[in-house]
């Protein structure tokens, strides 16, 4: 198969981002969103702030799934939060596509972190192709996203889910590269999944009002009960040492006005928005532990503080840290 367009599901900070480097490359795509930012992309484009400057990129939209209209050559790209992924899927996998296909016929990509989101995807889709990605990106205001890496935008490590490599990763591979991301391919892509939910368990953190020295305390026991679980499990994450790219191309640069320490389940409690990406980062090793017969509390601690705050509409730092705390 030959990729033609490139249609991305989900215009937060990761989608938008990617769909506004497509356009100024004159590349055909589709960004498919919902709510008030597809609606104010569609009218006004995405001001997309790079370290380099501030782009108004005129981006093709469509507002929901159901109003979308996918091609043979299409290529799909998964970019909700992992919590959407499910809804998403039952809304496009079957969409007709042509005469006798569908959807679910499509090659799919996943920028998702935690190990679910592939999961959920083979459940209709044959071809899944999953990653591991680093990037530094935001989107707390409607209609802009800050994207703070320089020169490379992204690194990422791609493979076909579960496991394998084929002539559309490596189509995908070169698509990625076009648009400055850093990409090396695996055969054994969870196991970058697994490397890169070590340190996203620690995401919920920067939300709790408490001081650094507590934090660090913190996130040593979810990492340590991450790799307790993984091993328990029989993953094993990938290390540093595998990487073949070279990340001295890929910086946070100051200009940008990114700030280092607002990740994405962050920018979600900023922005109103839901906490259950917790319950795929925490929630996920909360799963393998409970299935496996190991213990992880001070995981089920920050989802379950995590879950609380967003219950009861609090902001980041105004989330107790007691819980988590106690549990360590």
């Not at 020169?151 to 490596?170: C, Q, S």
């Not at 055969?187 to 009002?209: C, F, M, P």
Request: hydrophobic letters at 40%; charged letters at 25%.
């Amino acid at each position: 198969m030959s990729i033609g367009r490139i249609v991305i599901i989900g215009a937060g900070a990761v989608g938008a981002g990617t769909a506004a480097e497509l356009a100024l490359r004159g590349r055909e795509h589709l960004l498919i969103g919902r709510g008030e930012q597809i609606r104010h992309i569609a009218a006004h484009g995405l001001s997309y702030r790079r370290p380099d400057g501030v782009t108004q990129v005129p981006i093709t939209t469509c507002e929901g799934i159901e109003a979308a209209e996918l091609q043979p050559e299409d290529l799909l790209i998964m970019a909700t939060k992992t919590q959407h992924v499910e809804e998403a899927s039952q809304q496009v996998a079957w969409k007709s596509v042509g005469e006798g296909t569908a959807a679910t016929d499509l090659p799919i990509l996943t920028l998702q972190n935690g190990m679910e989101a592939e999961r959920i995807l083979l459940r209709r889709f044959e071809r899944v192709y999953g990653g591991s990605i680093l990037i530094p990106a935001s989107y707390t205001r409607t209609g802009e996203v800050i994207s703070g890496a320089a020169p490379k935008i992204a690194t990422f490590v791609l493979g076909r889910a579960p496991r394998g490599l084929d002539d559309t990763a490596e189509q995908i591979a070169d698509l990625l590269r076009g648009i400055d991301w850093l990409v090396q391919t695996s055969d054994d892509v969870i196991r970058w999944k697994a490397r890169k939910l070590l340190h996203s368990v620690k995401n919920g953190l920067e939300l709790l009002n408490t001081d650094d020295e507590a934090r660090q305390r913190a996130g040593k026991a979810l990492s340590a009960e991450a790799r307790a679980v993984f091993d328990a499990a029989g993953i094993d994450p990938a290390d540093d040492a595998e990487r073949t790219v070279d990340l001295s191309q890929f910086q946070v640069d100051e200009r940008s006005g990114y700030s280092p320490g607002q990740q994405s389940t962050w920018q979600s409690f900023t922005r109103g928005a839901s906490s259950h990406e917790a319950d795929y980062l925490n929630g996920q090793i909360v799963l393998l532990g409970r299935e496996l017969g190991v213990p992880t509390p001070v995981n089920a601690a920050l989802q379950r503080a995590l879950g609380e705050a967003w219950l009861h509409g609090q902001r980041p730092g105004e989330i107790p840290a007691a819980g988590v705390l106690a549990a360590i």
